[in-house]
């Protein structure tokens, strides 16, 4: 498999720099408040020999590889470069996960770090195939990055740097406590220490260095959340024993509450972009990209004392008992004597609503990842039923109205933030079917042909899946094919036009996301976030995170089928990267052209007239 990679120039220090702006792709979606399953399955015991063992094995064809890509990171020759590093472990005041994993890593010698059913939850076998992990290997990331530095060139370095601040937080902070320039994409190539560091993703440091301060204020959304001291790593449990960690890692472990709050998430999941003209410079304009996190806050989930990490590292098993384990073990995986159970115990699969790029780290050796297949099929699985409890979906009694009937369905979010989340390449398809007596379709709206697209019942893609076409307006009635309700984002360029761009995006054409349960929207964040392009009285169920849709049944209706349908990528965003023409965006048309890119069906219901 060939990787068509973006390698880039050397641009001088003096490149315009960004007003402060998103990192592209959520790594984390948040979705509902359920228990995931993932287990580390074959991984058990693989992480520190496997990782060794990648590393030297890959390094020489890595060197080989990356003397092919120099020069302009956009031109359609630069398409064979080496395999992205594997995880290595590396030391310092921001090491690498592999340091953490020597003794919070799953052993078969260990007892440590397991559910009462005996199933392994160590913080590393559960964390190395979620979507934080690979936070810098995701190929969706990384052609969205290329197209934007394609548009800007001039802000190059400014937009890879900040982008890298939340994707590869490790080497933006060793790169800012030694006062150096800001990563490149091309730093995260080859085998060097730089490259390993800032591949580890948002790895154990990134987060357990984080301190208090500032966390779930402005000052520190957008990735910009400070460090502690150099020798502290932060942990949830009051008065640790210190000494095993400062013995082998040379870190001190200290009680930080701060690590199980939403506004350590909120850091990098509240982003916003600033706009730029294709020169560099800035418009003025911007958009809040992601808000996840103050959508959180203007739910009712704080008031009843649930945070992301309820949800997304929750402490309790498969089964939905709490965990009581050991939460490390020796270096060589005997038992440390003087270190009791703990509870509670956050299991650290971070899993969201992504089942598309999960796949292609599992199946795409050539981005590198370290975690086995079973791990990522635990965290695709995962991913489903969590977007399979997001939403509760209703079909009403029908009305007859003169020759037809008028069915009520009812959407209602479960979720603590809106839905679909984060990213605006996501989005929620509204199919419909109505059927007569013998089966045959009377009327279907939202049905996705083989590519993802909306089609009419001709087959025919409609309008809005057209990039350069126009969106697909809120609709409350459906009535024809022609029509489709699709919950989603649309950014529009400061002309109002639909853009994928974020960096061109100067406001939002449309939000009509399902909206969280118990939403205020008189709050200060409530408004902030308001749906745009809704004219709909019963949106949002005045807090209930509802939607009624109307289903106009014609003459001869026996049956109303729905289905939500829920996609990581929408085809028009797709499309949008095809036509960038980068070699990352080719890289990751080559990846989609070999995974299996169907929509998850989120929920259905259906009646009989």
């Not at 792709?25 to 015991?45: D, F, M, W, Y």
């Not at 004219?535 to 849709?549: H, R, S, Y």
């Amino acid at each position: 498999m060939l990787l068509r990679s973006m390698l880039s120039t050397k641009f001088p220090e003096s490149t315009p720099a960004v007003v402060r702006w998103s990192s592209l792709v959520a790594v984390v979606v948040l979705v509902g408040c359920s228990q995931p399953t993932i287990r580390a399955g074959e991984g058990e015991g693989e992480g520190e020999g496997e990782g060794e063992g990648e590393g030297e094995g890959e390094g020489e064809g890595e060197g080989e590889g990356e003397g092919e890509g120099e020069g302009d990171p956009n031109r359609a020759d630069l398409l064979t470069v080496s395999t992205l590093a594997p995880q290595r472990t590396l030391g310092t005041a921001l090491p690498t996960a592999g340091t953490c994993a020597t003794c919070h890593g799953n052993t078969a010698t260990s007892t440590a770090m397991r559910d009462d059913a005996g199933r392994a939850v160590a913080p590393f076998d559960l964390w190395r195939s979620s979507m934080m992990a690979n936070s810098a290997r995701d190929p969706l990331f990384r052609a969205q990055l290329a197209a934007e530095v394609k548009r800007a060139p001039a802000a190059a370095a400014a937009i890879e740097g900040i982008c890298l601040s939340c994707h590869a937080p490790l080497l933006s902070r060793a790169r800012t406590a030694a006062a150096g320039p800001s990563p490149r994409l091309a730093d995260l190539n080859g085998t060097s220490d730089d490259a390993v560091r800032g591949l580890d993703g948002v790895s154990c440091a990134a987060c357990h260095r984080a301190a208090a301060d500032g966390l779930g204020e402005e000052r520190t959304f957008d990735g910009r959340y400070a460090l502690g001291p150099d020798n502290v790593i932060f942990g949830p449990y009051a008065n640790p024993f210190t000494r095993p960690m400062e013995q082998q890692t040379g870190f001190t472990p200290t009680g930080g509450s701060h690590i199980t709050t939403a506004g350590l998430c909120g850091s990098c999941h509240t982003l916003v972009t600033h706009a730029l003209r294709p020169d560099g410079t800035a418009t003025g304009g911007s958009i809040d990209e992601q808000t996840p996190f103050l959508e959180y806050r203007a739910s009712g989930f704080p008031a009843e004392g649930t945070t992301c990490q309820t949800c997304h590292m929750p402490r309790v098993d498969e089964d939905g008992a709490p965990i009581v384990t050991a939460i490390a073990h020796r270096p060589d995986g005997t038992a440390f004597g003087p270190v009791s159970p703990r509870t509670p115990f956050g299991r650290h699969v971070m899993v969201g609503a992504n089942t598309l790029i999960p796949q292609l780290l599992r199946d795409e050796s050539v981005l590198g990842a370290s975690a086995p297949d079973a791990a990522f099929d635990a965290t695709i699985a995962a991913a489903r039923g969590m977007l399979r409890r997001a939403v509760i979906l209703t079909v009403g009694t029908a009305v007859v109205v003169d020759d037809h009937q008028e069915v009520p369905v009812l959407i209602r979010s479960t979720t603590g933030h809106k839905f679909p989340a984060s990213y605006p390449s996501r989005r929620l398809v509204l199919h419909v079917r109505v059927l007569d007596d013998a089966g045959a379709v009377l009327l279907e709206s939202g049905r996705l042909d083989a590519a993802g697209r909306v089609v009419s019942q001709a087959g025919t893609a409609l309008p809005f899946e057209d990039p350069q076409g126009p969106f697909s307006p809120h609709i409350d009635v459906v009535d024809s094919d022609l029509r489709a309700l699709v919950y989603e984002q649309v950014p529009g360029d400061g002309d109002g036009a639909p853009t994928t761009s974020l960096l061109a995006a100067e406001q939002m054409l449309k939000d009509n996301r399902l909206l969280p349960r118990g939403f205020q929207s008189t709050s200060a964040d409530g408004v902030r976030v308001a749906p745009v392009g809704v004219v709909d009285d019963d949106f949002g169920g005045n807090g209930a995170g509802t939607d009624t849709i109307t289903v106009v049944a014609p003459p001869g209706a026996a049956r109303v089928e729905v289905e939500l349908l829920y996609q990581t990528l929408s085809p028009r965003w797709r499309q949008a990267l095809v036509e960038s023409d980068t070699p990352w965006a080719q890289a990751l048309e080559d990846m989609l052209g070999r995974a299996d890119t169907s929509a998850v069906v989120v929920a259905s219901a259906a009646l009989d007239l």
